[in-house]
């Protein structure tokens, strides 16, 4: 059980109410949230709060030198409340179109630790020529700034202040290592009768689904309903598939209609795992028939070797020594909850050899990029002739669009790649070898 809460009628109703009163300010033509965060008035511990916050949607921005509409911005969930805080906006779907404004509403009463809480935004965005992002909405806005070298002059940053009811409204503290910084408890407890709990899967890998699913007692035909509905597949169900393309709260609202006709949330934090397992390690130390092997891997929970003499040891750092000189093929097989990688190298141990020698600094240039050509160039360097490499491409959520392609480095000429069928959007670009990668972004448009 994350956290039960009881509420009464009353409260349910108000909340209905509130609702309705949270309605959006005339357009300005200032894309992002308004007022300033700093003008946001502070929660007192214990006490009833009421605040409302506005939303403004941008008309349209500039990539490269295309006009790129924003279609629709979607809130999907907002993490990082402090515990019993709930929040609304004026719109059902929770979805704004082109140049068009709403609000947020926060409200409720908490008891979590004083201090400050970053809001953790997560937003689906529709534009033209880029497609559909998902994600936090300050790392979006990072992702495209980097992606076209410029600033959008936004900042989506906002918090929610915490503090004792005797004590001063603390200014906002924009430190991300700042000590007023604080997480909402993953449970939060409080007194009441425990009547509904979601049980499930609460850790998912991106691109895939889990199941939640409402245990009831003591109730006669409850009302179910699950949030944020974008979500669930079935919002008014028992039971139901998430779909998460960050980790979230997802929250069930059960009424016990038939009876006392009181109100039960349970809400569970969903975790998912954003990226596979990528094998890699550093150039092995060998000392006469004695190794140092060492991973260097990301995204790893797990690392296993294999030492080509029937050996198998695991840990990100091991020792072995081999009993004759030779050459050993060796592996280093990394996993996590969505996958494995597995990185080769060959060890020439005693007088038959060297070791490998780490390869030099792998870079990855593509054109033309902005493009809506069906065939691209890629321009690798930091590779020795006839090298091997293998080019993978990505969209934005990590999901394979291309079937992985090997080719043999040659510095004089680029590689062609065919981006035939892939819609209009953004793509990652790995080249890997077996020592290095690179990653570069195309936009096709």
């Known amino acids: 059980m994350r956290y039960i809460l009881l509420l009464a009628l009353s409260i349910l109703a108000s909340v209905q109410v509130g609702r309705s009163q949270c309605a959006p300010n005339n357009p300005t033509g200032n894309f992002g949230f308004f007022p300033s965060t700093e003008l946001l008035a502070c929660v007192d511990r214990g006490q009833y709060?009421?605040?409302?916050?506005?939303?403004?949607?941008?008309?349209?921005?500039?990539?490269?030198?295309?006009?790129?509409?924003?279609?629709?911005?979607?809130?999907?969930?907002?993490?990082?409340?402090?515990?019993?805080?709930?929040?609304?906006?004026?719109?059902?779907?929770?979805?704004?179109?082109?140049?068009?404004?709403g609000c947020i509403r926060i409200f409720g009463q908490t008891n979590d630790t004083a201090g400050q809480y970053k809001l953790e935004i997560f937003v689906t965005l529709r534009l033209t020529v880029l497609g559909e992002l998902q994600g936090e909405i300050n790392t979006i806005i990072k992702d495209l700034e980097d992606l076209i070298n410029t600033s959008l002059g936004v900042d989506f940053r906002y918090f929610i202040r915490v503090k004792e009811p005797i004590a001063n409204c603390p200014a906002v503290d924009f430190d991300t290592l700042s000590p007023l910084l604080r997480r909402s408890a993953a449970s939060c407890p409080i007194a009441g009768l425990v009547e509904a709990q979601i049980t499930g899967d609460t850790v998912i890998c991106r691109g895939t689904t889990g199941q939640l699913a409402l245990s009831l007692s003591?109730?006669?035909?409850?009302?179910?309903?699950?949030?944020?509905?974008?979500?669930?597949?079935?919002?008014?169900?028992?039971?139901?598939?998430?779909?998460?393309?960050?980790?979230?709260?997802?929250?069930?609202?059960?009424?016990?209609?038939?009876?006392?006709?009181?109100?039960?949330?349970?809400?569970?934090?969903?975790?998912?795992?954003?990226?596979?397992?990528?094998?890699?390690?550093?150039?092995?130390?060998?000392?006469?028939?004695?190794?140092?092997?060492e991973s260097s891997s990301s995204n790893s929970t797990a690392a296993s070797w294999t030492l080509g003499d029937q050996t198998i040891k695991t840990g990100e750092s091991i020792l072995h020594t081999y009993a004759a000189d030779?050459?050993?093929?060796?592996?280093?097989?990394?996993?996590?909850?969505?996958?494995?990688?597995?990185?080769?190298?060959?060890?020439?141990?005693?007088?038959?050899?060297?070791?490998?020698?780490?390869?030099?600094?792998?870079?990855?240039?593509?054109?033309?990029?902005?493009?809506?050509?069906?065939?691209?160039?890629l321009n690798v360097s930091g590779l020795q002739l006839m090298e091997e490499l293998t080019v993978l491409v990505t969209?934005?959520?990590?999901?394979?669009?291309?079937?992985?392609?090997?080719?043999?480095?040659?510095?004089?000429?680029?590689?062609?790649?065919?981006?035939?069928?892939?819609?209009s959007g953004v793509y990652v670009f790995q080249v890997k070898t077996l020592h290095s990668i690179a990653v570069n972004k195309l936009i096709i448009y």
């Open 326 to 377: 030779g050459v050993y093929p060796i592996s280093l097989t990394v996993t996590n909850s969505c996958g494995t990688d597995v990185y080769y190298d060959t060890l020439f141990i005693g007088n038959v050899g060297i070791s490998n020698i780490a390869a030099p600094s792998l870079q990855c240039t593509i054109y033309p990029n902005p493009t809506n050509d069906k065939n691209i160039k």
């Open 49 to 101: 709060y009421d605040e409302t916050f506005y939303l403004e949607n941008v008309d349209s921005f500039v990539i490269g030198g295309f006009a790129i509409k924003m279609l629709e911005l979607r809130i999907d969930s907002i993490g990082n409340v402090p515990c019993n805080l709930n929040w609304v906006t004026n719109k059902g779907s929770n979805s704004f179109g082109t140049g068009e404004t």
């Open 218 to 293: 003591n109730m006669t035909n409850p009302s179910v309903e699950w949030t944020p509905a974008s979500a669930v597949s079935n919002p008014f169900t028992n039971s139901t598939d998430v779909a998460l393309a960050n980790s979230g709260y997802i929250t069930a609202v059960v009424t016990d209609t038939a009876n006392t006709g009181a109100v039960y949330i349970d809400r569970v934090w969903v975790t998912v795992d954003t990226a596979n397992p990528i094998a890699s390690a550093v150039a092995p130390i060998i000392n006469g028939r004695n190794i140092k092997l």
């Open 395 to 423: 969209d934005l959520a990590g999901k394979t669009v291309l079937q992985p392609q090997t080719f043999q480095f040659n510095p004089n000429s680029a590689i062609s790649l065919s981006v035939v069928g892939l819609p």
